[in-house]
Each structure stands twice: as structure tokens, then as C-alpha cells.
């Protein structure tokens, strides 16, 4: 069941195009990631289903639940973590949760969404790690008791330490069943977290789909990089292109013995041995098609339908 649909929306600012056409839709209880590069229209698309921007077109459907209707109010359903986010120095961990937590109906217990946050209630925002300032946002998120959290980078900028503290507390809030709609750049933070994933480019929709989805669309193709000893026969090149596991054989030119790259699939490895033996192999590697390759490849500004990026015809 869907708890968010969002359907051709539309933001621009004058002449400049923000979000040009996007549509999706996101499942309730499910971790649903966006990511897209610099300017992509991502922070744009999540404050539109926060309600804190008006779209210019298409329409945002939130689906209140059985304790919802006429009454239930957007600010009640949704939380949000912004990415740029900032209190006054002196305010408390505990006095910046009881404030937001004044403003619902329905406060989730505060002392508990710290204590689960790792946060001192008595620390002042000015003596804050940025670990514990982006958990302190989660917190104040999830104050309202909402049924959707919207997390936008919520770990950029931090150590790799840190990151895995806040992936964990975003664990615990999927397990707590509300629904996280997830702006990232880390494809490591997709593939963890993530159950699907919208790739936005230049304000459209390129692909939904699972992380191991997007992998495949990418080819999920294998590659053996070596370099040999003595530069290849004619014969063996030919030998290795024949392989029906092998869609590509390419040769780069060297000092010694030039690089050489097999792409294919199946059982890769075995079949490339079979005609070269691994002892004229010098520092094989086997790379695989990553979610790093599957995002260049759909935010790629030569990939799709090309218009001019930003500006409104007018
Ligand atoms: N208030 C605004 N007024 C004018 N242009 C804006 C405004 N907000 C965003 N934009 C423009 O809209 C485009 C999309 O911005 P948005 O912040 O949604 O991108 P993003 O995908 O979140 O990027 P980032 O990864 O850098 O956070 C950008 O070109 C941006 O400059
Ligand atoms: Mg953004």
C-alpha cells in the first residue's frame, strides 16, 4: 500500500526549473532512498511532500491512515530532518525536544528519542559533534510521532564511525514501522538502508528500483583487469572474444605487456583460464558492476532525453 504518491510534480523558481517531472511512490514501512548529483532537484521534491514548499504542478497524495482523516494534519504525518539545519547555540539537547515536542497533539516520548539517539539532554547545540547535531535533527523528527520520516543527507559530513551510528538509528526507526524517505550521495547508504530508490537527474525520475535492480539495469557484468608478461597473440585475443562468456576483450597499449580488460558473465574466470593460463596473468583483479557505476550511468548529463538543464522556455 502506498503511504506517498507522488505524480508529475513540477517546482520551478521564475525561469529556473527545480523539479521538472517527477513521479513516485513509496510503500508503507519501507526505506526509500532518492539520490541524484548537486542541483538534481532532490531537497526540492522531499520539502513538496513535506509540505513546505507549494508545487508549482502534479500532485502529492499522502494516505492519512485509519486514525487520520479529516482532522489529521500534514505536520502530524510527516517529520523531517532538513539538510540545512541549525538552532540557537545555547538551547538544549532537552529544551529543543520538549519545544518541538509542545507543538503536537501527540509527542512521541522525547526522553526516549534521546536516550535511543545516544544525546545528553543538558549538552547546549553550540558543544555538539556534527554526529550528534544530525542525530539530535532525527530526534526532533521524530518528535511528533510521525508515520513518515524525511531524512535529507542526514550523514554528510560525517565520520565513518558516526555514519554507522545514525544508519543504525535509521534501522531502529524502519523497525519502529515509519516509512523514511531518504535523500543520500553514499551508494553504500543506499545499499544498506535502502529497499528501493528513485535516481533523479536534472528534475526527472531515471529509475526506481531496488539497489541489486539498478545494479543489473548497469549491466551487472564482471571484469578481469591483469596485465601479461608478454604482450598477447593475435590468436589468444581472438580465442578470448570467441568465449561465450566474454562480451569484450580490449588491449591498452604499455611499456612492457599493455593492461587487459575482459568484460563478460557466468563463470568468467574459469573460461578466460581455460584458453590463458593464470600463469601469464600478473595482478588479476575482478571488479564487479557497482551501485557507483549504475548511478554514473543513469545521472550521466549525456544519458536521456536532453533538454536544457535549469531554464524554463519561455
Ligand atoms: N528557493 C530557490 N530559489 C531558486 N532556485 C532554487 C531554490 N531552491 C532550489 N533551487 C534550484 O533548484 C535546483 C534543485 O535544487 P535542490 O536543492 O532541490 O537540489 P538537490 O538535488 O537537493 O541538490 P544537493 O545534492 O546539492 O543538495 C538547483 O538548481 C537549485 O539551485
Ligand atoms: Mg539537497
Redesign the pocket.
Known amino acids: 500500500m502506498a503511504i506517498i504518491t507522488v505524480d508529475h510534480l513540477r517546482k520551478t523558481?521564475?525561469a529556473?526549473v527545480?523539479?521538472e517531472d517527477v513521479s513516485f511512490s513509496v510503500e508503507e514501512g519501507e526505506v526509500f532512498g532518492i539520490v541524484?548529483?548537486?542541483?538534481?532537484?532532490?531537497?526540492?521534491?522531499v520539502e513538496c511532500v513535506a509540505g513546505l514548499r507549494t508545487p508549482t504542478a502534479g500532485t502529492i497524495d499522502l494516505d492519512v491512515g485509519p486514525d487520520g482523516g479529516a482532522g489529521a494534519d500534514l505536520k502530524e504525518q510527516v517529520g523531517v530532518q532538513l539538510?540545512e539545519c541549525s538552532l540557537p547555540d545555547k538551547i538544549r539537547v532537552g529544551e529543543a525536544l520538549s519545544l518541538y515536542a509542545s507543538f503536537y497533539r501527540r509527542p512521541a516520548d522525547w526522553r526516549a528519542l534521546a536516550a535511543d539517539a545516544g544525546l545528553d539532554l543538558r549538552a547546549s547545540f553550540a558543544t555538539l559533534s556534527g554526529g550528534q547535531r544530525q542525530r539530535l535533527s532525527v530526534a526532533l523528527a521524530l518528535v511528533g510521532s510521525p508515520r513518515v520520516a524525511i531524512l535529507?543527507?542526514l550523514t554528510t559530513g560525517l565520520d565513518p564511525q558516526a555514519r554507522r551510528e545514525t544508519w543504525e538509528l535509521v534501522t531502529r526507526i524502519r523497525d519502529r514501522g515509519v516509512t523514511v524517505l531518504l535523500?543520500t550521495?553514499f551508494m553504500e547508504e543506499v545499499e544498506r538502508l535502502c529497499d528501493r530508490v528513485a535516481v533523479?537527474s536534472r528534475?526527472r525520475v531515471r529509475a526506481v528500483d531496488t539497489p541489486a535492480g539498478l545494479v543489473a539495469r548497469a549491466g551487472g557484468e564482471q571484469r578481469l583487469v591483469f596485465r601479461t608478461e608478454r604482450p598477447l597473440t593475435a590468436e589468444q585475443v581472438t580465442g578470448l572474444r570467441a568465449l561465450p562468456e566474454v562480451t569484450s576483450a580490449t588491449v591498452e597499449g604499455g611499456d612492457d605487456a599493455g593492461e587487459v580488460t575482459i568484460a563478460g558473465t557466468g563463470d568468467l574466470l574459469s573460461a578466460v583460464t581455460a584458453v590463458l593460463p593464470a600463469s601469464l596473468m600478473r595482478g588479476l583483479r575482478m571488479e564487479r558492476t557497482t551501485l557507483d557505476d549504475a548511478f554514473l550511468a543513469l545521472t550521466d548529463p549525456s544519458y536521456g532525453p536532453s533538454h536544457a538543464p535549469?531554464q524554463e522556455e519561455s
Open positions: 523558481y521564475g529556473r527545480a523539479v541524484g548529483r548537486n542541483g538534481a532537484g532532490k531537497t526540492t521534491t539538510q535529507d543527507e535523500v550521495h533523479i528534475g535549469s
